[in-house]
């Protein structure tokens, strides 16, 4: 089991139920994951990121192994906190009280006791620190395009309006993206 923020949360909700599943469950599944910096996809029956070479961060962008941004083992203390911090701000099914609960806990935890908390589990939920697009070394095409629609204080309504007033058929406009 992950030892992380996940986990945290879990431990403060000890008196809360789960809801389980019955009946048939498959566990035989087709997988395909893209990268979100090179755009390589992948897939495969019952495979995972690792069978790809893949892995995903805490919010979770995906992207080859060999744009991690730096090691496990090369985490400081404070990434590792950060870490766990995103992790459990990112439950969505737990209440915000339960959730500012366990951030103030992380938040006083001391350095053994972070290392202690904190493990990745294989090549998912890796650390915002060794993402490439939280680190800001490389950018989503999607993102940058909500960055300039927002600077731009448009929609993509808008900026379509404009677009088919401009080049009137599709064919103009991509030549004109060439």
């Known amino acids: 089991m992950r030892r992380s923020g996940k ?7 000890k008196n809360k139920t789960m809801k389980t599943r019955n009946g ?3 566990n035989s599944s087709s997988s395909s994951f893209t990268c979100d ?23 979770n ?27 459990v701000r990112s439950n969505k099914w737990n209440k915000e009280d339960v959730i500012a609960a366990a951030v103030d806990k992380i938040t006083k935890m001391s350095d053994d006791e972070i290392n202690d908390e904190y493990e990745e589990d294989g090549n998912y939920e890796v650390a915002p620190a060794r993402c490439p697009i939280c680190s800001m070394k490389e950018f989503r095409n ?27 058929d599709f064919e103009k406009f991509m030549n004109y993206l060439k």
């Open 7 to 13: 986990r945290l949360v879990l431990r403060l909700l």
């Open 37 to 59: 910096v090179c755009g390589t996809t992948e897939s495969g029956y019952d495979a995972s990121l690792s069978d790809f070479g893949m892995m995903q961060c805490i919010r």
């Open 142 to 168: 999607e993102d940058v395009l909500y960055f300039l629609l927002k600077k731009q204080g448009k929609t993509f309504k808008v900026i379509g309006e404009e677009i088919k007033n401009e080049f009137g």
């Open 61 to 87: 962008h995906t992207f080859c192994e060999s744009e991690a941004v730096k090691s496990n083992e090369d985490l400081t203390i404070d990434e590792k906190r950060e870490a766990l911090l995103v992790e």
């Open 24 to 26: 048939f469950v498959s």
